[in-house]
Nanobody, 121 residues
Framework: QVQLVESGGGSVQAGGSLRLSCVAS????????MGWYRQAPGKQRELVAG???????DYAASVKGRFTISRDNVKDAVYLQMNSLKPEDTAVYYC???????????????WGQGTLVTVSS
């Protein structure tokens, strides 16, 4: 069984930094796109950043220049470095992986359990 395990959320003051980590557990052969989504109270889940297996990245306009996504294909891990955090970044952040090929088959999409990020003014 493959799971996405997240860590690194927490509380920080505006202007501070946090680093989120997500590791895919299990025997995995490959993962296509990995990324981070977030959902603030009363709002829809939105894409924050994504990264392909070749390292191509995509960012939401609201985080471009402040957040950096990276991945380690050997560890099947994805990271999100968040700098210059703002109160509007407060949300539950979810790790996402698309087309996960593992020993028993393929998951088209997997989600982590979510980690809360709270930014105070």
């Amino acid at each position: 069984q493959v799971q996405l395990v997240e860590s690194g959320g927490g509380s920080v003051q505006a202007g501070g930094s946090l680093r989120l980590s997500c590791v895919a557990s299990g025997i995995i052969f490959s993962v296509n796109v990995m990324g981070w989504y977030r959902q603030a109270p009363g709002k829809q889940r939105e894409l924050v950043a994504g990264i392909s297996s070749l390292g191509h990245t995509d960012y939401a306009a609201s985080v471009k220049g402040r957040f950096t996504i990276s991945r380690d294909n050997v560890k099947d891990a994805v990271y999100l470095q968040m700098n210059s955090l703002k109160p509007e970044d407060t949300a539950v952040y979810y790790c996402n992986a698309k087309t996960v090929r593992h020993q028993h088959g393929t998951y088209l999409e997997l989600w982590g359990q979510g980690t809360l990020v709270t930014v105070s003014s």
